[in-house]
């Protein structure tokens, strides 16, 4: 059996990777070389200038590509299948590049704020695409969203912040059966716990900031795919626009990757345990999240994310709180263990308010309509001691 063909918690640790053949090193080196020599015009050792190729860009990249289940070889290249970018937005944009100008793109109206933003005030002026925002949980509307030029479906499951769980395999089948290419954030359900491109969709993206690195130490995004066309595609426009992830942070990024398993379990059973806490609180009026079986969209979690084949509802909860944007804030100050900061996916856990932080480029309109309220709180559930967050959950809910 071969590393890319094993256990999930073994392709964590092994997968797309090799044993170092000059020195034997058993983690990839770290390539700081701009620059490589040739032998003659033309005529090198795989690598020409770092943009381009960065062996240990390469083994993060094929580390994900296995993660995520692409089946994409050595032998069909472009890079496997796994392309890193300087950030999880690096990674989104470049794949609008793949489009035309006047293509339209279906995107789920609960999205990350900066995908938000990338796609209304950015992409839609200088790329000149077409975006709807469209709830992806009703199949019928995403059917009745597509028009003739709907060229991508972008969809994020579970979303941001939200949680919002939607059906890829039957997205996948609506996208094909009309030729559209379709793509997942699977940022927040990482591949422990879901993997698109096994289920159907084309392209997958990560903001490896979060639970890829999984210690708040570095920015970066991936894109992986199991269509050699596609891949061709994305590899063309990484080299050319060329927002790469450097050679030390991909070092870090895979480094961080190599406890994605074990560190999963962990943020998977404690959020299940701080849910549950929060759901039987008389200060919470709403908790959003797909371990629940109040959730909207829980059969559908239970069936599509799933951790060594137990359903999970993954290590993000949002809430709604009985009180005012005042008393929010008291809760989000009280807490001693969660820190109040932006990002997620730590080791550590964070607490922050959508509404002022991660989604304040959203219009206001816009995040009233998902319920992105003044008192909506999102945690991100660290691996610290459940005991410790208990009990400083508890203190947070007392100030209110």
Request: net charge negative; with cysteine; charged share 20%.
């Amino acid at each position: 059996m071969t590393a890319d063909h094993s256990h999930l918690g073994t392709r964590a640790v092994h997968g797309g990777q090799h044993v170092c053949p000059t020195t034997g090193a058993v983690m990839p080196p770290v390539y700081l070389s701009s620059t490589y020599a040739q032998a003659s015009p033309g005529v090198h050792q795989g690598y020409e200038y770092t943009r381009s190729h960065n062996p240990t860009r390469y083994a993060f990249e094929r580390a994900v590509a296995r993660m995520e289940g692409s089946t994409l070889t050595e032998a069909q290249d472009a890079s496997f299948g796994g392309f890193a970018f300087s950030s999880g937005l690096a990674a989104t944009a470049t794949l609008l590049d793949t489009l035309k100008s006047g293509d339209h793109v279906l995107a789920m109206d609960d999205l990350y704020g900066g995908t938000h933003r990338l796609f209304r005030q950015v992409a839609d002026r200088s790329r000149g695409l077409e975006f709807s925002f469209v709830d992806l949980t009703d199949l019928d509307a995403v059917k009745a969203a597509i028009t003739d030029r709907t060229a991508l479906l972008w969809v994020e499951t579970p979303t941001n912040p939200m949680l919002k769980v939607s059906d890829l395999s039957s997205l996948a089948e609506i996208a094909r059966s009309h030729g559209i290419m379709s793509a997942c954030d699977n940022t927040f359900a990482t591949p422990m716990l879901q993997r698109p491109l096994e289920l159907g969709i084309d392209v997958v993206m990560h903001s490896g900031t979060k639970y890829l690195g999984g210690h708040s130490d570095v920015v970066c995004g991936v894109l992986g795919t199991n269509d050699a066309d596609i891949a061709q595609r994305i590899r063309f426009h990484q080299n050319a626009v060329g927002s790469v992830l450097g050679p030390m942070d991909s070092y870090i990024a895979l480094r961080g990757m190599k406890t994605l398993a074990i560190r999963m379990e962990r943020h998977c059973s404690n959020a299940a345990m701080i849910a549950a806490q929060l759901d039987a609180s008389d200060k919470v009026t709403a908790v959003f999240y797909p371990g629940l079986p109040s959730h909207p969209q829980h059969e559908v979690a239970a069936r599509q994310m799933q951790l060594d084949g137990i359903p999970t509802g993954g290590g993000m909860i949002t809430i709604t709180l009985d009180t005012d944007l005042a008393g929010c804030r008291r809760f989000l100050e009280a807490f001693e263990v969660f820190a109040l900061a932006e990002s997620l996916g730590g080791v550590e856990s964070l607490v922050n308010h959508p509404a002022i932080m991660t989604h304040a480029s959203v219009p206001a309109a816009h995040r009233a309509a998902l319920g992105i309220t003044d008192t909506l709180a999102r945690l991100s559930v660290g691996i610290e001691d459940i005991r410790d967050l208990q009990a400083d959950v508890e203190r947070a809910l007392a100030a209110i």
